[in-house]
C-alpha cells in the first residue's frame, strides 16, 4: 500500500487483508495511525525517498496497491520496477464540478482548475483501478477513457471497529469528515464549497436542532466560522475513538442543504462509520448516497433540515435495521473481492479471466 497521508481507506483494506493472512506493507509520506500494525512501515519524506522505498520493496511485492490523493505514486513505481499498479481512486477534481461549470468560471476569467494531468495521466497509467462508488467511477472512467479493469470496493469499516458499548447520549444531528469554512472555498478553490457547513449550521440553529461536529481540525479561523452559538464543534479524534462518540447521537449526515456535483458522486467514508457506530444516515443533496439509504432501508433521505425535524422520530426504526444489517456491509465482507482482483494481475499485464466471471468490468469508449 501506498498513501500520502495514511488516509482511513487505505487502512481499511490493509488490515482487512492482514487478518486474512497477507503480508502487507504500507509507504506514507506521513506518519499515520496503525503503522504498527503492518509487515513493515515505510516513512518517505520526499520524492527520491519515495523511489528508493518502492524499489527496496519491489522485490517482494506482488502488487503496488496506491491510493490517492496524490496519484502521482502510480508515475513512481511505473518508472521504477515492472510490478503492477492498482490506483485506488478516493477523489478526483472531475467529481467537484460540472464541465459546464467549470467552462463557465473560466470564460468569467476565474481560475478554476477540473482537468489536472497528474489525475489524468497517472489514471491512464495504471494497471487497474479501485473506486469507492459507482456513480463516481462512471465520472471518472468515462471522462478520462479509462479501459482497464475496474472495480467498486466500498470505504467500509472492518468489523473489528464496529461499536457495541455505546457512550452517554448526546442526540442531535452528526457530521464527521472534510470540513472548510468559507473563506477556504472561493476563488479556485470555490469547488471545496460542497464541505462548507456554515450556512446548515446556522440553519440547524434557526430551527433549535442540535448539530455536532467532528471536523478533525482546530484553530482560530475554523472555530470563529464555526462558533458555539451556530454548533458544537467536538475535538479532533483518533479512528477507533471517533466510532465512539459518533455512537451518542441520534442521526449521521451525507450531503448539504445545497446541491453540488461532489455530492453526488460521493459513496465516502462516514456513510459506513455511522453504520459501524450503530448511528443511522440522513443524505440530502447526496444522489448516490441516498439510492444506497433507500435500497437498504438504514436512514432516510430528505430535502431540507425541515423535513428532518418534521420525521425525526424515526431514528427509532431506521437504528433497527441499521444495526440487524451492518455486518452486511463490512470491509470484512468486501475483501475478498479485492483479492479476486489482485490475483489476475501479472507483471505488466491485467489478465481477463474475471471478464467471464462477471466479477470485473472495463470501460471504454
Known amino acids: 500500500m501506498i498513501s500520502g497521508h495514511g488516509c482511513i481507506r487505505a487502512h481499511k483494506m490493509g488490515l482487512a487483508l492482514l487478518e486474512r493472512g497477507h503480508d502487507v506493507h504500507f509507504i506514507s509520506m506521513k506518519l ?44 513512481a513505481v ?25 467552462d463557465a468560471k473560466l470564460e468569467a476569467g476565474t481560475a478554476h482548475v477540473r482537468v489536472t494531468t497528474e489525475e489524468r495521466n497517472n489514471f491512464q497509467l495504471a494497471d487497474a483501478l479501485v473506486f469507492p462508488g459507482e456513480r463516481f467511477r462512471a465520472t471518472v472512467s468515462d471522462e478520462f477513457r479509462l479501459p482497464q479493469p475496474a472495480i467498486v470496493i466500498p470505504s467500509a469499516v472492518p468489523e473489528r471497529f464496529y461499536q457495541y458499548k455505546t457512550l452517554d447520549w448526546h442526540g442531535g444531528l452528526v457530521y464527521e469528515g472534510k470540513t472548510n469554512t468559507p473563506a477556504e472555498c472561493v476563488g479556485a478553490s470555490e469547488f471545496f464549497r460542497y464541505c462548507d457547513y456554515t450556512a446548515l449550521a446556522e440553519q440547524a440553529t434557526t430551527l433549535g436542532l442540535d448539530f455536532h461536529l ?33 455512537s451518542r447521537h441520534d442521526w449521521g449526515l451525507v450531503g448539504n442543504v445545497y446541491r453540488t456535483p461532489e455530492w453526488d458522486a460521493a459513496m465516502p467514508n462516514k456513510l459506513f462509520e455511522y453504520m459501524a457506530a450503530g448511528v443511522p444516515v440522513v443524505a440530502m443533496n447526496a444522489a448516490d448516497c441516498a439510492e444506497f439509504i433507500e435500497r437498504h432501508d438504514i436512514g432516510i433521505v430528505v430535502d431540507s433540515l425541515e423535513e428532518l425535524c418534521a420525521r425525526w422520530g424515526e431514528h427509532r426504526v431506521k437504528r433497527n435495521n441499521v444495526l440487524r444489517l451492518r455486518k452486511r456491509f463490512s470491509m470484512n465482507r468486501y475483501v475478498s473481492a479485492l483479492e479476486d482482483f489482485y490475483a489476475n494481475l501479472t507483471p505488466g499485464v491485467v489478465t481477463g479471466a474475471m471478464y467471464q466471471q462477471g466479477q470485473i468490468k472495463a470501460f471504454a469508449r
Open 32 to 75: 499515520c495511525g496503525f503503522h504498527e500494525q503492518y509487515k513493515s512501515f515505510a516513512l518517505a519524506s520526499d520524492v527520491e525517498q519515495l523511489l528508493h522505498t518502492v524499489r527496496a520493496y519491489a522485490g517482494i511485492a506482488d502488487v503496488f496497491h496506491v491510493h490517492n490523493e496524490p496519484s502521482w505514486f502510480v508515475t
Open 78 to 102: 511505473k518508472e521504477t520496477c515492472d510490478v503492477p499498479v492498482v490506483l485506488d481512486v478516493h477523489d478526483s477534481y472531475l467529481a467537484r464540478s460540472t464541465p459546464a461549470q467549470a
Open 214 to 246: 467532528y471536523a478533525g481540525r482546530k484553530g482560530e479561523a475554523f472555530r470563529k466560522a464555526y462558533s458555539f452559538d451556530k454548533c458544537y464543534v467536538h475535538d479532533p479524534q483518533q479512528f477507533p475513538d471517533l466510532l465512539k462518540v459518533i
